[in-house]
């Protein structure tokens, strides 16, 4: 099975903050990488699919980049809105596994 | 609009069973695969099961295989994930959702990219004496 770890696991920043998240597979899944948020009580949202392809609706504050094994999520201004947890997940195998995720939380 | 949702969650002893339903609306059913992804309390997400459109294929995690079966009726617009032999771990949310798909040519050749677009709020199940 390929392993997802997300880097770190949690962080704290500021309203206004450029925020940047780690996710690195256990070997290489080309850009067969999706980011996902999650709200408390809430249902993930897709993010970023094919490792930097915007969903329709996400703010383009939100971007994606890297293949291979390594990934980031860049959030360039964060926002009051986005304070969340967020989860890579891997779309190169059937069993698609997540990353374990990052928190991120207001300072 | 397109929507998932998710029923059949509940209280189970351990060892027991239970059915999860997720009745779709707003798109073509038939055309998507579908997952189960779940969360424990406090935890991440924890992919389940997948099932292809027409259900002729399956693909569970090792944590569940052998104990859920995820099945689909298309004509019913409803996936299910049948759970047996329940334990405390498998105590969780969980969530149904539409696996999409981007398209890339280069060259001639085709690449898949899939992603889970559409989600449902979840059913919680807890496996407690």
């Known amino acids: 099975d390929i392993q997802m770890t997300q880097s770190p696991s949690s962080l704290s920043a500021s309203v206004g903050d450029r925020v940047t998240i780690t996710c690195r597979a256990s070997q290489s899944i080309s850009s067969y990488l999706n980011w996902y948020q999650q709200k408390p009580g809430k249902a993930p949202k897709l993010l970023i699919y094919?490792?930097?392809s915007l969903q329709s609706g996400v703010p383009s504050r939100f971007s994606g980049s890297g293949s291979g094994t390594d990934f980031t999520l860049t959030i360039s201004s964060l926002q009051p809105e986005d304070f969340a947890t967020y989860y890579c997940q891997q779309s190169y195998s059937r069993g698609r596994t997540f990353g374990g995720g990052t928190k991120v939380e207001i300072k | 609009q397109v929507q998932l949702v998710e029923s059949g969650g509940g209280v189970v002893q351990p060892g027991r069973s239970l059915r999860l339903s997720c009745a779709a609306s707003g798109f073509t059913f038939s055309s998507y695969a579908m997952h189960w992804v779940r969360q424990a309390p406090g935890k991440g997400l924890e992919w389940v099961a997948v099932i292809s459109y027409d259900g002729s294929n399956k693909y569970y995690a090792d944590s569940v295989k052998g104990r859920f079966t995820i099945s689909r009726d298309n004509s019913k617009n409803t996936l299910y994930l049948q759970m047996n032999s329940l334990r405390a771990e498998d105590t969780a949310v969980y969530y149904c959702a539409r696996d999409s798909e981007h398209i890339v040519v280069v060259t001639a050749t085709e690449y898949y990219y899939y992603y889970m677009d559409v989600w449902g709020k979840g059913t919680t199940v807890t496996v407690s004496s």
């Open positions: 094919a490792a930097s």
